[in-house]
């Protein structure tokens, strides 16, 4: 299940470092990760600046989840756009949609890191759809809700998408300084008075 998952690297609540940026809510991951969500069947959004641990998290809560016997799919926006748009042009696209559709658990990672050409809008929207209400999905994304209508060029379809995404969801707010940058200037930091030694 875990190879099946597509997890970019083994991530759990266990790695996860919730003291470096104590602002997050701790307790509100946690009862997430315990995946009664996934039985409600609603949406979770994980928002927040880049290197607060959206993917971390996302990836962490998956994990959980398999971990209870439940099928993940993670996805970053843009590889799920690739596997649809080659889905379409091998004449698989129905059947490619109809398994995103029936995973019990689908995290889109990245989700507005780059702006929604048609068709791109199209399939996004039909795949939020179709799920709506019959699946959970988590999400991420570095834009808040309120922006994501503006990477959808046809704002019918984005609010149609939006609106169902941000029903019954549970938004979990990132807030703090990114991990990696903070990791970086140690780092080089430490690279520096190695050199003046």
């Known amino acids: ?19 470096f940026n104590p602002k997050i809510n701790e307790k509100l991951i946690r ?7 996934i039985e409600e069947k609603v949406p979770v959004i994980f928002k927040g600046s880049c290197g607060t641990g959206k993917s971390h998290l996302a990836q962490a809560v998956g994990h959980c989840a398999i971990c209870q016997g439940i099928d993940v799919k993670f996805l970053t926006q843009s590889k799920l756009l690739r596997e649809l748009h080659a889905a379409k ?13 029936k995973v019990p658990l ?26 709506y209400e019959q699946a959970a999905t988590l999400i991420t994304s570095n834009l808040d809700v309120d922006e994501w209508l503006q990477i959808f060029s046809n704002q019918l379809l984005g609010a149609a998408t939006v609106d169902r995404l941000r029903h019954a969801a549970y938004q979990v ?8 940058s903070t990791q970086a200037d140690k780092k080089q930091k430490e690279g520096l008075q190695q050199r003046e030694k």
């Open 1 to 19: 299940m875990l190879k099946k998952s597509g997890f970019k690297s083994n991530k759990t609540l266990e790695s996860f470092d919730f003291s």
């Open 31 to 37: 009862d997430i990760a315990a995946c009664r969500f």
């Open 89 to 101: 042009a091998a004449g698989n696209y129905n059947k490619l949609l109809k398994q995103l559709i």
């Open 106 to 131: 689908l995290i889109i990672d990245d989700f507005g890191l780059k702006p929604l050409r048609s068709p791109d809008d199209e399939y996004i929207h039909e795949l939020i759809e179709e799920r």
């Open 173 to 180: 707010p990132l807030i703090g300084k990114s991990y990696r």
